[in-house]
């Protein structure tokens, strides 16, 4: 399978070093023994006994390996931004397949374990003892666990394999369905999914299990609550209709619902209620401008309306709105909207409690908002046309740029490209003086090819080979597809956050390339 997230926020522990050590001095009797080596030996075994219970060791045996490594992955936790994965412990398959390896974990948390291409969810405590076995052939289908911490590993193991078919369907419902197949659809998913988890924790709940089960009741809440608020915008953005919901209020009364309340403090470590808690911000700052939460109208909203939505979550927990102020200010300065720097400095004015980690990262994303703001300079990278030559975005310098960051495999990528050619086709007298240049992520250059061919991309076509860790990518900052950017002939940004084909772009060429309305 692709990589299979758990839906709450992971934590790293440090890594601790060895205190148990073993005696070099032979046995004695006690009665040979000193006061202060008696009171000494307890306290080596209390050292020994906690060295092991902040470690977790994990032994097993893959059939059929693709390659001879297997890995644990942790991230840490941060509500505010999307940490890379770190690596805390690395052991090589033997000639029969078996592999063990210990390492230092000093919280319970969420985790991953990888060998190939092949990555399974986990969740460790602790003084964990596991052994895994499993047929790379049929990873999904033959992940099995036993020892201390089994139950949890299994529930999830089994989870995938019923997410997967819950995903195919999800897809489908979002963009098909029609309103009442859609409740119908995402609420009996709910039921089934937390019957799912109470079934295979039949027994009376266990201390050890409370945390996982709580996040995890909190996750299936938290995503049917994302689920159900995004439906119709997402019907607006994908133009199937306008939905027509029976009765706009009636169907937003699920947001009443107990488990989708704003209380609990502990749920920041939750990544679907994250996202459901961005979701509702966006949904009420909307309902205030008089438009529908879709990303086709999101522009239509102000900064302010957004913060104040942010601030008036009903009955939350302090925590939970300051993560909401912060996670909207983020998302504002990572999209380069108007006045989202002024928008920072009143979180940091109204949030003077606001975690240090959390101030450097907004920090971080201040400096890129101002370094692609309009009049910079646009930075300069390097990307692969169709014929395998290299073209530099300064290689057009004295021309309006409208560049272009998508991918073959990205949905309403593929939705713009017909816009796109109605672009095209209504800038043509203007040919000579605009540049449509379309960099693409794709990793697979076939794939890209293809997409290319088969949809008749319009436009100077070119690739940056490393996907999001392109240089291309990295410049500008791109942390979703598409994303568009509007730069003058001089050289300058006009808009790191340019309007989509679909949504203004020509209004907004047009103006760079100085034509009076």
Not at 395 to 406: A, M, P, Q, T
Request: one cysteine or more; a positive charge.
């Amino acid at each position: 399978m692709n990589r299979v997230l758990l839906s709450f926020a992971l934590a790293l522990a440090g890594v601790l070093p060895a205190l148990g050590q073993k005696s070099s001095t032979t046995a004695r009797k006690p009665a040979a023994r000193s006061a202060a080596t008696q009171k000494a030996k307890p306290k080596a075994a209390l050292l020994a006994a906690q060295s092991t219970a902040a470690t977790v060791t994990i032994t097993g045996r893959i059939l059929h390996p693709k390659n001879r490594t297997v890995s644990i992955q942790a991230t840490p936790a941060d509500w505010l931004g999307r940490p890379d994965e770190t690596t805390v412990g690395t052991a090589k398959l033997d000639a029969n397949g078996r592999f063990s390896l210990t390492f230092s974990w000093k919280t319970e948390r969420a985790a991953q374990f990888s060998t190939s291409d092949e990555v399974t969810s986990m969740w460790l405590r602790p003084g964990d003892r596991l052994t895994v076995t499993l047929d790379a052939d049929q990873f999904d289908e033959t992940v099995k666990y036993a020892g201390t911490g089994a139950a949890v590993n299994n529930y999830l193991a089994a989870k995938s394999l019923r997410e997967e078919t819950y995903y195919e369907k999800q897809a489908f419902a979002e963009a098909e369905l029609p309103f009442a197949r859609f409740v119908a659809f995402v609420d009996s998913t709910r039921t089934d999914r937390l019957a799912f988890l109470t079934q295979r924790f039949l027994q009376p709940p266990t201390a050890a299990d409370a945390r996982f089960r709580q996040q995890e009741r909190t996750a299936i809440e938290a995503e049917w609550g994302t689920e159900r608020l995004n439906y119709p915008g997402m019907r607006l953005f994908y133009k199937l209709d306008s939905v027509m919901l029976p009765d706009t209020d009636q169907y937003f009364a699920f947001l009443d619902d107990p488990a989708l309340r704003f209380t609990d403090s502990a749920a920041a470590g939750v990544n679907d209620f994250l996202y459901f808690l961005d979701s509702y911000v966006y949904h009420r700052a909307s309902l205030a401008a008089g438009v529908s939460n879709s990303p086709v109208t999101r522009q239509q909203v102000t900064v302010d309306q957004y913060y104040k939505a942010a601030s008036a979550l009903p009955g939350a927990h302090p925590h939970i709105r300051t993560v909401a102020r912060a996670r909207l200010v983020k998302s504002l300065l990572d999209n380069r909207e108007p006045g989202a720097d002024k928008l920072h400095a009143r979180l940091l004015a109204d949030e003077p409690r606001l975690p240090a980690a959390a101030r450097k990262t907004l920090a971080a994303a201040l400096a890129t908002y101002e370094r692609l703001s309009p009049g910079r300079p646009a930075p300069d990278f390097t990307a692969t046309t169709l014929d395998g030559k290299p073209v530099k975005l300064s290689d057009f310098r004295g021309k309006v740029v409208y560049l272009d960051f998508w991918a073959s495999w990205c949905g309403p990528c593929l939705m713009e490209i017909k816009p796109a050619r109605q672009l095209h086709d209504a800038l043509h007298t203007r040919a000579d003086e605009v540049v449509f240049l379309n960099v693409s992520l794709d990793a697979d250059e076939a794939a890209w090819r293809r997409c290319i061919e088969k949809r008749q991309v319009d436009g100077l076509n070119a690739r940056a080979a490393t996907d999001f860790k392109s240089e291309a990518a990295t410049r500008y900052a791109v942390n979703g597809i598409p994303q568009y950017v509007l730069i003058g002939a001089d050289g300058t940004i006009i808009n790191a956050n340019a309007p989509r084909p679909s949504g203004g772009a020509q209004a907004a060429i047009e103006a760079a390339l100085g034509v009076k309305k």
